[in-house]
């Protein structure tokens, strides 16, 4: 068994990572860590987990206590991983960061975006970007994994093959993401209260998200050179899923862009490419750890329109998270992964 | 008093245009028709109209009754305007056609997009496309009035002034949309279900939808010239409102949008352009007859993104009508059109 | 014209008087208070306001500036009146409260249930309880009206024809009520989260709500002596409306109830008793002033079940306190307030 | 292996017993019946499921294919099993009836709730009321089991142990019902699209629906004599999830109720009882087959009040169903029915 803490558990990626590993046959959670809750039961604030936790409390976050695990997940706001990892990774734990701390690989880009220093520069190099359908190798020997952002995670799987190609006009991909509002955590703010959010739909950020540069750089892994975005997220009326709406320009008009897709991505297990014509809902992910894409070139014209969705807290979360725990302890990739999404 | 006939009142722009009929001072509904439901009282259908439609029921559509209102409003399917309103229009009656019947000017385009041959071709002269922000003077004097599609009015009011002013490629538009469910009618179709469509979010008709010609005759119009366009309407998991994200490379960067934008709504009381910087929420129009744009150059690159938002039944339907009776009767453009929307 | 002025803007109920009193021939908003937002454009904070309030701003509270109003409005949290009432009064200003200040006329179940002393006891007697249906008189005349609580108005108005013709027992009535998620107003709770509180139904302080003394008091004076009552309020997932759901049983069972509820509200504009066997949905009422009611008794039994529903920012707070103002001020009961709910 | 077939696949009870059969190690599904989709894939009509059915179809329903599994589901409208039951159960197969066709032991009360003469009456005396944490035993030994209706279950288990102690007024029992819109089915009724069912909530049949006489039923046995029960269902805006708020007047005051609700149901793995003071909310259930219960007397009064959430599809269909072939097949009762609820 894995001995798996968890460090700051209380948010929407926390109650799923829990959720998830309590039904994961090769993991156990030892511990899990809230500066705020410490002392509570986790059944007190996640109900929906009675009869599965009811032992489990949060404590306060003690490095000593989570250095005795294998594997420490972060669920924390960015800022708490810089801090703790260079410690725990001294002691021999694995770590798999949620957040953003370590998924730029600039440490200039990231105190451009995120607004202060970067706090651990110094493990920028051997930290790997933990999207399995494109690094799986790397991932089962990283001592640091960066899970991918939720926006990320659907446009670069529904990018990647056809920049990876070389088919593409880079200079110009446009993504037009939806989210639903558990994107935005569990924080209480106004503007995700069910009377601001529901029965309405808005862009945010036009400007700059800080998914942005997170994207690009894994665009121009994939293009292998410099790629032009406009990323326009927006909110949805709806509590889970990712739609991403993605255009590009093809300049190659002979290749089969479904024999293409379908050819990448299939010894990933989670990605599904779907029939030509397709239109994937983000209600047949929810609550799975899968990718459905969909490629169209509308009226054969030369706008290429990927549709890419996720369940952007499992697939772009918490589900990426344990995939990429599989991969690193050298299990099934899709152990403990194996939810069904339920039709409605 | 405006005498008002209402040809096939049982659908949501139907019972849009009762509700807004009942609250404008200078018109009054004599006649509403339906096959289905003729002899049910209009109160039975729709309680919320309970204390304002006591005395009005639906009856059997009938030319002749029909042809003693002063203005008859089509809310019906397409191709039922092409029957009745060769005769209409010879009684001396003014029409105000919500389908599509006559927004297309090419009778082979219609026929092509519809599935059959164009009903009322002698009549394509002379229909107005009921654009006020566009057409304002042609609407006073129309006899045949076609009052533009939902998607079509929230991206031609969006893309209208960069078109126009000749600043923009107007060969790679895109035009990325997300709709209320019920753009898609009040017909009992599974995928409207509350079950199916509601915390969901898809694509459809990604290949070509039937709004795609009416926005591309459109923009042509703007552009004064042919357009490239790809249009992708997605479903959203709301009752109103349709957000037009718009994308564009600009060839001319010194130009003011903001101040483009701004001067070109001037006189259009119904079109509030934002303040720079500002995202609109569908929900700040929702139950008004207002379009709200906002522009944006994201870290003043190439790319111009406008987001553009209505309420479908209103601004995209009913309202939009009945701003074209008030300019086709010589009333003021807003007279019944003052309802504020709600924050919540 | 009423000169307004509005205590405590930033809320639910402050948004919607606001949007009210715009389009009420009669009155004007001159001042609006805020102490967290003062500076702040009105339209900065509500967009949807835009072209209505452009030029008025939130100021912070000033009894001097208030006492200059014909009328003051108190959208605030409870415990704000008591303390500016006084001196307001003194002055000659008319006080529409919207809080629970002065809804309960014994002091110290007002202490039991609010947790402090009441702030101003010597005013009890002369406040008069707002629900025009039961107080029409005593409001016309009145320097402090306290405006009836959500619960409370659609419990009393389904009630009291009822209790008032002695016919139930009235030792045991059940009032199973349920509300949008507006009612918990708009501070950023995370129960009030979209993530948390859509797709859900719950119960909550089943064992006592701050409602239940008001509704208890109400229903006191529709049977003329005690009454038994057990209140169970539960969070429905939508944004507004309340449905009441009411039981009692009838110890006459000759009784025409229809007749009875019929007769009862027929000079109540804003009461529509429906048909017998009809089902209120509460979006029969969103948007609107209106209470409608239903009366049954299921398999002509002993029980009675009596179904009420009201919007309850309006009819069960910003409209009724604007019904209130135009009883106070001589003016039609009804202006004002015509808005006609959508069905959708 | 147990070999299933499932009549009737298409609908949402349909949809849900092949999602939780895919995780059952110990069932599979040979055939899925629709007379309406013969031919077409399973995953093209639940693209949720692609990846898990890709080689099952809907076939005609033909009995002799039928009677080669053993055990069949019934998930049809009312009428079909009384058709083909008596066959079945010639040919050896066990029978889980989903539908209403079994659940009523007198034909009489069935043929005027149903309006037409019970198809199968002879089997009604070996006919099991599967509700396990009733008729456990009973259960493992029958041929035909028939799963209780959704608002039954929820009202039965939350009523159940306070009439069978013999503690309530059980002459006056009320039962105020909440129910997602699955409950209405995968019919495209206008009543069930998400324009009309979404931000609304009402009450429906109060003065009877079809679900009365079987909680009659159940409540009759529980109390061991004749029970007076008012039964109110309501439509609540929401995909899932039925929260049952029930209402009784306890006669003997002395009783501890929550440690009698905790011992009737310390057996039974699917219920849980919650903490004295709780409030569950659907959503704690929400894709689980368990039953949360909570018991309140409001201010030590008389009045009971015991609150009973569950999943409709799963406890009130599905799940239940599976639970019932577990324990007539002598596996684990809650094998394959381990799924946690989510958060959000």
Known sequence: MIKVGIVGGT????????????????????????????GIGVTELFPNLRGVYDALSFTAPDAKLLAACDLVFFATPHGVAHELAPELLDKGCTLIDLSADFRLQDKDEWAKWYGK?????????????GLAEVNREAIKNARLIA??????TAVQLGF???LNAGIADNARLIADCKSGVSGAGRAANVGSLLCEASESLS???????????????????????????????????????????????VIDHKRDL??????HYQGSPFVDVLPAGSHPATRTVRGSNICRIAVHRPQKGD???????????????????VQCMNLRFGLEETLGLAQIPALL
């Open 117 to 129: 220093a970067h706090g651990a520069p110094q493990l920028l190099d051997e930290a790997v970007y």
């Open 160 to 162: 990647w093959p056809l």
């Open 147 to 152: 899970v991918p952002g939720c926006y990320p």
């Open 303 to 321: 706008t290429v329109v990927v549709l890419s969705v996720i369940d952007n807290l499992l697939k772009g979360a918490s589900g990426q998270a």
């Open 203 to 249: 862009a945010y950020a036009v400007n700059g998200h800080r998914h942005l540069p997170e994207i690009r750089q894994g665009l121009r892994l994939a293009a292998g050179g410099e790629v032009g975005l406009t990323f326009v997220p927006h909110l949805a009326p709806m509590i889970r899923g990712i739609h991403a709406t993605l255009y590009a320009e």
């Open 11 to 38: 948010g929407y990626t926390g109650v799923e990572l829990l959720r998830l590993l309590a039904q994961h046959e090769k993991a156990e959670v030892a511990l899990i860590t809230s500066r705020s809750e410490a």
């Open 258 to 263: 479904q024999a293409l897709y379908e050819q």
